[in-house]
């Protein structure tokens, strides 16, 4: 069983064919699909696909990149719905430093108030880092999470340890895939193996075998096979431990026995 610890299933692009997507995928061997919220409009969404298919689980939060989206109340609603119906981690959060128009100072603030939700939660943090790992670091140090996944990291190799410190496994999709990615096939050769974790970003970053396409959770294998290239180890071991490694992190056995109640209400 293969684990997609980043696949964003609920946005639209999938609106036409979720169905067959996901059948494609659990044929392909990925057993369970953590989806990550990007915006409070979202949310609810989210949460009702996760309840209506086995083997999706939400994570709910913030992105960063979409700080103009984001309203004062979100942070009110986000608290409310933990308490309602807690998701299996906080996320997708965290800090962009790669677009130049996105307001730093508001983006720490709004990624500082969702880490301490975390805590009050004891929930697992997923984290989008973009030319801002140091920062990012930063706040993780002052602020102490159970852990999470860093999404699609392309960090040094000081700065994959310095999180592998604090509690967080490391998250390699797509890009793995590609020949031309040297520097990230390096890293995913050199770390010790209990700091990898799965992806896609479906629909987003696909892999070499469909490049131009929109990505599927379908193609984590890919992700896998590259993982096995670059490492010289076999699949198959790699993905029981990358699997271990994940439910090292999200309780997902909570979600599944608490998906069939009411969903939390919201006003979005």
Not at 173 to 184: D, I
Not at 217 to 237: I, K, M, N
Request: charged fraction near 20%; proline fraction near 6%; aromatic fraction near 6%.
């Amino acid at each position: 069983m293969l684990i997609d610890t980043h696949c964003h299933l609920d946005v639209p692009e999938f609106d036409l064919d979720r169905d067959q997507v996901l059948a494609e995928a659990r044929a392909a061997g990925v057993g369970r699909v953590l989806v990550p919220a990007i915006q409070a409009a979202g949310w609810q969404g989210l949460i009702s696909l996760c309840q209506r298919e086995a083997g999706l689980f939400p994570a709910l939060g913030l992105h960063p990149v979409f700080l103009e989206r984001h309203q004062a109340g979100d942070l009110v609603e986000l608290a409310r719905l933990l308490a309602i119906l807690p998701p299996v981690a906080i996320g997708e959060i965290g800090l962009d430093f790669f677009l130049p128009d996105l307001d730093r100072v508001r983006q720490q603030a709004l990624f500082e108030e969702q880490l301490n939700l975390a805590v009050s939660a004891h929930l697992p943090v997923i984290i989008h880092a973009r030319k801002s790992h140091d920062a990012v670091i930063g706040c993780l140090r002052r602020i102490r999470t159970c852990g999470g996944t860093v999404h699609a990291f392309s960090g040094s190799i000081q700065q994959a340890h310095q999180y592998l410190d604090l509690g967080f496994k490391l998250g390699f999709g797509g890009m793995l895939t590609f020949e031309r990615s040297s520097r990230l096939r390096a890293l995913a050769k050199a770390l010790p193996l209990d700091a990898l974790v799965l992806e896609t970003d479906a629909p987003d970053l696909t892999v070499a075998a469909h490049q131009g396409e929109r990505n599927s959770p379908a193609y984590l294998p890919d992700v896998l096979t590259a993982l096995a290239q670059v490492r010289g180890q076999d699949p198959d071991f790699l993905a029981a431990h990358t699997s271990r490694n994940a439910l090292a992190v999200f309780d997902f056995d909570a979600w599944a026995s608490a998906r069939s109640g009411p969903p939390g209400s919201s006003s979005r």
